[in-house]
């Protein structure tokens, strides 16, 4: 078995959650966020602890960039890739706010789910 094409392989579908991520921030896509965060996900930044449920609710209760016609400025600036667990830091300028989210993810049932959010505005 080829491990360089399982982390290519991996390292793709990663980088393909993360483009959903940033369109399901951008759009304001609270469908498309759920399906690529495990239900246990747990997010944090200081001063706020939720589960999924909840911050997929405080999605759905801001404006969405993309209707105020907000620039498309995601990146993805780091992946830390071990086997079947990778940590993901992205840039987020969000509603006049530039985050830096850490995302952990697992691949479980092979598949990659966001475990973790961590976020702060830088």
């Known amino acids: 078995m080829n491990t360089d094409a399982i982390t290519t392989q991996d390292f793709d579908q990663i980088c393909a959650l993360v483009q959903d991520y940033f369109d399901g921030l951008h759009q304001g896509d609270t469908q498309k966020l759920r399906h690529i965060f495990h239900a246990d996900a747990v997010l944090k930044a200081p001063g706020l602890r939720c589960n999924l449920e909840d911050w997929l609710s405080l999605v759905t209760q801001r ?59 830088a």
């Open 63 to 121: 404006e969405v960039p993309a209707r105020r016609g907000d620039a498309f400025g995601y990146r993805l600036l780091a992946v830390d890739l071990l086997g079947e667990q990778a940590m993901v830091k992205v840039l987020c300028p969000l509603l006049g706010h530039t985050y830096i989210d850490f995302l952990g993810l697992l691949k479980e049932n092979n598949q990659w789910l966001i475990v973790n959010k961590m976020y702060a505005d």
